[in-house]
């Protein structure tokens, strides 16, 4: 039988909401950056001429883009598999059974209640070198805001504080899904809780597993309020990441074009780091 016409018509009237948002809060400013990107651009966000990829060759000659560069790869080489490591283990810890088990879910998704700024302020007293209690509390004299290595390592401190919490909840998710019968007759064969994780659960959680390591690594590409907040990018431009160098680019020094090209920049890297993780994930994660 032959669909009315309102029938077929109804689900793109039901997505339109959606896709304006869309084209208004994502679409358009990205095609905007672009365009800024490849023009010289007034103070009042004109752009005046073409340049092409001039501002592109000024950028990647320039030292304070390379370091900012290599502080973001640091970064995201430390955080990532920090925080996979922490969040599935406290997921693990979590999914026991005990009365303690409840205790620790409250515990590991309290996080997610704080706000981000309140977080990061919170973290900034805690780890004051003269009056922090980190210091105090582990008889320790170390400069966290003006060592490079204590400063990269605040970060990742901070940046698996703020995404333990979903994180988290992700694959406790996961972990409850995989079927108990199939837990118990693993652990009635003889298998011991490395193995039931290995050969059961980890193959079973890997979609959701895959999709965690997606979220961090864009995470960490993308990060700048615990940047802005904790270090302001010090001590001597040690933890100047690419966003944060977008920030006092475009919004500090009113450089909207080379700001626009650094954001550009970040967005094809991000693009294809997850690009190649998609591709792979196809092959090795089977979906039920």
Same mark, same amino acid.
């Given at each position: 039988? *032959?669909? %009315?016409?309102?029938? +077929? /018509? %109804?689900? $793109?009237?039901?997505?339109?909401?959606?896709?304006?948002?869309?084209?208004?809060?994502?679409?358009?400013?990205?095609?905007?950056?672009?365009?800024?990107?490849?023009?010289?651009?007034?103070?009042?966000?004109?752009?005046?001429?073409?340049?092409?990829?001039?501002? $592109?060759?000024?950028?990647?000659?320039?030292?304070? =883009?390379?370091?900012?560069?290599?502080?973001?790869?640091?970064?995201?080489?430390?955080?990532?598999?920090?925080?996979?490591? #922490?969040?599935?283990?406290? @997921?693990?810890?979590?999914?026991? *059974?005990?009365?303690?088990?409840?205790?620790?879910? #409250?515990?590991?998704?309290?996080?997610?209640?704080?706000?981000?700024?309140?977080?990061?302020?919170?973290?900034?007293?805690?780890?004051?070198?003269?009056?922090? /209690?980190?210091?105090?509390?582990?008889?320790?004299? /170390?400069?966290?805001? !003006?060592? *490079?290595?204590? @400063?990269? #390592?605040?970060?990742?401190? @901070?940046?698996?504080? +703020?995404?333990?919490?979903?994180?988290?909840?992700?694959?406790?998710?996961?972990?409850? !899904?995989?079927?108990?019968?199939?837990?118990?007759?693993?652990?009635?064969?003889? @298998? !011991?809780?490395?193995?039931?994780?290995? $050969?059961?659960?980890?193959?079973?959680?890997?979609?959701?597993? #895959?999709?965690?390591?997606?979220?961090?690594?864009?995470?960490?590409?993308? /990060?700048?309020?615990?940047?802005?907040?904790?270090?302001?990018?010090?001590? =001597?431009?040690?933890?100047?990441?690419?966003?944060?160098?977008? $920030?006092?680019?475009?919004? *500090?020094?009113? !450089?909207?074009?080379?700001?626009?090209?650094?954001?550009?920049?970040?967005?094809?890297?991000?693009?294809?780091?997850?690009?190649?993780?998609?591709?792979?994930?196809?092959?090795?994660?089977?979906?039920?």
């Amino acid at each position: 039988m *032959k669909k %009315k016409p309102a029938s +077929l /018509i %109804k689900p $793109y009237v039901l997505i339109l909401p959606a896709l304006a948002l869309a084209v208004v809060f994502a679409y358009r400013p990205f095609i905007l950056t672009l365009l800024n990107s490849l023009h010289t651009v007034s103070l009042q966000g004109q752009r005046l001429s073409f340049v092409g990829l001039e501002n $592109y060759q000024r950028l990647f000659s320039n030292q304070s =883009f390379q370091a900012s560069l290599s502080n973001t790869l640091r970064f995201t080489l430390y955080f990532v598999p920090t925080n996979l490591i #922490v969040c599935l283990g406290a @997921a693990l810890l979590s999914n026991r *059974k005990g009365r303690l088990a409840t205790l620790n879910q #409250v515990f590991f998704f309290l996080p997610m209640a704080v706000g981000l700024s309140s977080s990061m302020m919170i973290l900034k007293m805690m780890f004051n070198p003269s009056i922090g /209690i980190i210091n105090q509390l582990f008889n320790t004299d /170390i400069q966290w805001f !003006n060592d *490079k290595r204590a @400063a990269m #390592v605040l970060l990742v401190i @901070a940046g698996v504080y +703020l995404d333990i919490g979903l994180n988290f909840l992700l694959l406790q998710a996961a972990l409850r !899904n995989v079927p108990s019968e199939l837990h118990e007759v693993a652990t009635i064969e003889g @298998a !011991n809780g490395f193995q039931v994780f290995r $050969y059961l659960q980890a193959p079973l959680i890997a979609p959701t597993f #895959v999709f965690v390591l997606m979220t961090n690594i864009k995470d960490a590409m993308l /990060i700048s309020s615990p940047v802005l907040i904790l270090t302001e990018g010090g001590p =001597f431009r040690s933890t100047q990441t690419l966003v944060y160098q977008m $920030y006092l680019e475009g919004f *500090k020094s009113g !450089n909207y074009a080379m700001g626009s090209a650094i954001a550009t920049v970040v967005f094809l890297l991000t693009f294809t780091v997850l690009l190649l993780l998609l591709h792979l994930e196809r092959r090795r994660v089977y979906y039920q």
